[in-house]
């Protein structure tokens, strides 16, 4: 069985969600850990179906 990645081109997300709420310090690095880990998750969700 072969299956193709997904991967996230664009990302528009609330503080809330990356867990930076009150904090003025949001940096590239916090949307990019976000998004490998939606990537990751979603990959794996195709995997098991």
């Not at 009150?22 to 979603?42: A, F, P, V, W």
Request: aromatic content about 8%; cysteine-free.
């Amino acid at each position: 069985m072969s299956f193709i990645d997904i991967y996230i081109t664009d990302i528009d997300i609330s503080r809330g969600l990356i867990g930076q709420v009150g904090s003025d310090k949001l940096q590239t690095i916090h949307y990019l850990n976000y998004k490998r880990h939606t990537e990751n998750k979603l990959n794996k969700a195709i995997v098991m179906n």
